[in-house]
């Protein structure tokens, strides 16, 4: 088992503002804002699917219930991780001292490491209900702010798919149009994908 659970969200996904959005798409009334705005965290969240980054700082869980030396963390670029736990049969959660584990965040992907596995087999086989999986809290993402996306390219592509959207809200040929366009933006995407194992 290996799965990822989003604890806090971020505060806001700036890929780009409703007036950068709208000065890109040439929209100068009001009554569209609800849309264009609805097609930003879609081009947000197509983005982040396709290149397995987090763009914007988010906190996340990770439970992974194998035994190896080191874990593999996702959602590139992680800023910091923060707990390692283990979880009981019952549900208790059970922080393990940083001393006995160590994350780096300076690879991608990020991971931690086991340091110390004879103390941390002890605080399992002293758990009162028998060790489940493990748990592991990590921040990631560019920051908060546009200009912290390491790559502007990025952003460029998020512009060019609200772009697309917002054509294909109309049907017809600008429908077919903007799905080759979102194909072609979705390939240059894969460019940037980073595969965690």
């Not at 806090?8 to 000065?23: D, G, H, N």
């Not at 758990?127 to 460029?156: C, H, K, M, N, S």
């Amino acid at each position: 088992m290996r799965s990822l659970e989003l604890i806090t969200a971020p505060a806001s996904q700036p890929l780009m503002t409703l007036t950068e959005a709208k000065a890109w798409l040439k929209v100068t009334h009001d009554t569209e804002d609800d849309l264009i705005t609805r097609l930003i965290n879609r081009a947000v969240k197509k983005i982040q699917r396709i290149t397995n980054h987090q763009l914007f700082t988010a906190t996340y869980d990770l439970y992974d219930n194998d035994h190896c030396d080191h874990f593999p963390i996702p959602k590139p670029p992680v800023s910091d991780i923060t707990t390692f736990s283990f979880v009981e049969i019952d549900g208790t959660v059970n922080e393990i001292d940083s001393a006995n584990w160590a994350g780096d965040v300076n690879v991608t992907p990020a991971r931690l490491n086991i340091l110390e596995h004879g103390v941390i087999g002890s605080l399992i086989s002293a758990a009162d209900t028998g060790f489940d999986y493990w748990q592991i809290r990590f921040e990631a993402g560019y920051g908060l702010l546009e200009t912290d996306i390491d790559e502007e390219e990025i952003q460029d592509l998020g512009f060019e798919l609200v772009a697309q959207f917002y054509a294909m809200r109309m049907g017809g040929d600008p429908v077919k149009n903007a799905n080759l366009v979102i194909r072609q933006v979705e390939s240059q995407l894969l460019g940037h994908r980073v595969e965690i194992l």
